[in-house]
């Protein structure tokens, strides 16, 4: 591993502290383990009937929520009922007792899902929990609410592999789709190139850290089935490197944002996520975009996934995106670990609002 980071940069260990290039290159690995893991357990704690429940809502933040993205990718269009995302610190008003509710928050304490929880709680709605700790460990526990426990002293965004792999053990059994095998072979197959796509997320690191220096922010365009790692990329950009990073989904983009390059440009960086599912009118519209985007100047990276199957592409742009953010990082002199502004963010949040599920709950 320290050859790694010496390929990097002279103090790219040093600034690693924390060793968030570390976790990166144990995805596939931390993957297997999870679904060894998950895959067993979430069969014994599940009580509730699968052929009674109507569809799925994944309700999460930040870090928490890209693996209900991924798996959303890769099940959305062929799974036998509907799997929802949610954003937010209300759950939607239909969500009833015929939906099963998971609540994915690694701290245990995400304010914005706590609340969800309650709110799927007090309506009678089946819920799975999945956290490493704090109050929705603590509260669920308490109630008798399944539990998938994630590992400890993580930071949220790279226990993306566990939180993956516990979600896709629950939604296997409610699906009925064999996701866990189609993971399995997805990280197999990331160990197999493990080398190669290292080298290309060090080589899109390098072309972005001379991009940022120059003043350009990264801009990220993805589309279905490919937007989880597209969306990875923008938010890893944000945490990791600590820079502005924006996301745009196609072809949505190109019916309003596209106008965008005709007036007062702002000064981007363009990387768009792509892969072997890319239908033929798609292409099109991404050849004009990039005639677009070469007539005013835009730097451009087109960046694939590897493999045979949807998992195997999403998982190598995933580990990809994750290896070209903490990179930029270290190639910008940061840290990729900390957080301080979220961490301040809390904080006050804390102070100000000091929300309590077990207070709401009276357990």
């Known amino acids: ?25 144990g995805m596939p690995r931390s993957i297997l383990e999870g679904l060894e893991k998950y895959g067993e357990e979430s069969g014994r704690i599940l009580v509730y009937e699968p052929e009674k429940i109507k569809g799925v809502v994944v309700s999460g933040m930040g870090g928490s929520f890209i693996s209900g993205l991924f798996l959303y990718d890769l099940l959305s ?10 954003r937010d610190a209300k759950l ?30 007090r309506r009678g709605t089946p819920i799975v929990a999945i956290t490493s700790g704090g109050e929705m460990a603590a509260v669920s526990d308490r109630l008798g609410v399944p539990l998938l426990r994630l590992p400890p002293n993580v930071p949220p965004r790279a226990a993306f592999p ?9 939604l296997e059994i409610i699906t009925g789709v064999s996701v866990l095998e189609e993971l399995r072979q997805a990280a197999e197959d990331l ?25 350009l922010t990264p801009l990220v365009y993805g589309y279905s089935p490919y937007l989880s790692p597209a969306y990875r990329f923008k938010t890893q950009m944000n945490e990791n490197a600590k820079v502005h990073a924006f996301f745009g989904e196609l072809p949505e983009a190109n019916h309003n944002e596209i106008m965008g390059w005709g007036g007062p440009l702002g000064r981007f960086t363009v990387s768009i996520i792509r892969g072997r599912e890319e239908p033929e009118y798609m292409r099109a519209r991404i ?25 195997s592409e999403l998982l190598s742009l995933v580990f990809k995106v994750d290896v070209a953010s903490v990179v930029l990082a270290l190639l910008l002199g940061i840290d990729p670990t900390p957080v301080g502004t979220i961490t301040e963010l809390k904080g006050y949040l804390e102070s100000r609002v000091s929300y309590s599920l077990s207070r709401e709950i009276g357990v």
């Open 1 to 25: 591993m320290e050859e790694v980071y010496r390929l990097i940069s002279p103090n790219a260990r040093q600034l690693d502290n924390s060793g968030m290039l570390l976790h990166v290159l």
């Open 287 to 311: 050849e004009f975009l990039e005639g677009v985007l070469k007539k005013n100047g835009v730097p451009l990276y087109n960046l694939y996934g590897e493999g045979g199957s949807r998992a």
């Open 92 to 121: 939607p008003s239909f969500v009833d007792k015929n939906y099963l509710l998971v609540t994915v928050s690694y701290s245990g304490n995400t304010e914005e899902t706590l609340r969800v929880y309650l709110e799927g709680y």
């Open 77 to 86: 269009d062929r799974a036998s009922k509907p799997i929802l995302l949610n």
């Open 191 to 215: 160990e197999k190139s493990l080398e190669a796509s290292l080298g290309e997320g060090v080589a899109v690191a390098r072309l972005l850290r001379d991009d940022v220096k120059s003043g």
């Open 162 to 170: 566990y939180i993956t792999a516990a979600l896709a053990s629950i």
